[in-house]
């Protein structure tokens, strides 16, 4: 009896070991199969891009939000949440897994136009994340023709659009501080093909101009589109806020313009200052004196 009792086990032992043994010479993990996906990766800081339209619908709002994500993706420096309504715009809880004003570091508008769908609170909210939270915004081309019923956005921004006198064209550009990150990357004077605003209530000494149109190379001839007498066409400016940091700029118009790498070069780095990871001025200077140049 014994003798079987020990048969027995044998032959249970038997399949049992020989598994094993096959598990040793083959791995559980099968070689031949792809890793297994990394845990998302932590980016530095937080991007809402803002691309609602309630005016005019610029071709290069997509091409604009696309670029901004995928300048933050591939430098691993911000992680964008895109989005063409103002839902998020708003430090209340909404619930859902929404991401709200609080979980950002900085706010971008791509070309928005006319009175975006903001409440009153959501507006305070929105003064109070770069005024009083330090956090930053950036304008891109149409956002200066946005909320022309809101006093304190034009306050913000800078002003608030009036014409664009030439419309598309080869626009001589001044650098007025080429040491200023956003725009250090381009020449002293150069040309770039894009639609440069007119903007109104707006006033030099109350930002820090980084790039204008110079005058002396402009055609002010039967162009009733032209209202500031200054002829002082500023094309990029940052600002404070408060706390926060504003950069604005009029170039972007078109669907090439961010396929440029000086105009993208421009934002990557303009979304940079504002969320603090660079440094350059915002104190106003006075006007450059160009050649032939009465102002």
């Not at 044998?10 to 598994?19: E, G, N, R, S």
């Amino acid at each position: 009896m014994r003798r079987i009792r020990i048969a027995f086990f044998v032959c249970l032992l038997t399949p049992i070991l020989a598994t094993f043994t096959v598990a040793q010479d083959h791995p559980a993990v099968d070689a031949s199969l792809p890793p297994p996906p990394h845990e998302k990766q932590v980016h530095l800081k937080r991007v809402l891009v803002i691309g609602q339209t309630k005016g005019f619908e610029h071709d290069s709002v997509s091409d604009g939000m696309a670029a901004i994500y995928n300048m933050g993706r591939e430098s691993g420096l911000w992680e964008a949440t895109l989005r063409t309504d103002v839902e998020l715009i708003t430090k209340k809880d909404l619930g859902r897994n929404a991401k709200t004003l609080d979980y950002f570091d900085a706010l971008v508008f791509v070309s928005t136009t006319g009175e975006l769908d903001l409440d009153d609170s959501q507006k305070k909210d929105m003064i109070s994340f770069i005024r009083d939270d330090g956090k930053g915004f950036v304008g891109v081309h149409a956002a200066l023709d946005t909320n022309y019923k809101w006093p304190e956005y034009g306050d913000m921004i800078g002003g608030w659009f009036d014409q664009h006198p030439w419309s598309t064209f080869n626009a001589p550009i001044i650098n007025e501080d080429p040491n200023f990150p956003a725009v250090r990357h381009f020449p002293k004077a150069f040309v770039k093909y894009d639609e440069i605003y007119q903007p109104k209530e707006w006033s030099r000494e109350k930002v820090n101009v980084l790039l204008s149109l110079d005058p002396t190379k402009l055609n002010y001839a039967n162009n009733p589109r032209i209202h500031r007498t200054d002829h002082d066409f500023a094309v990029a400016w940052d600002k404070m806020y408060g706390k926060g940091r504003v950069f604005y700029s009029t170039l972007g118009h078109t669907q090439e313009s961010w396929s440029d790498p000086d105009i993208r070069k421009m934002y990557f780095e303009a979304i940079r200052w504002v969320l603090g990871m660079t440094e350059g001025s915002t104190s106003s200077h006075a006007r450059p004196q160009t050649s032939g140049d009465g102002h």
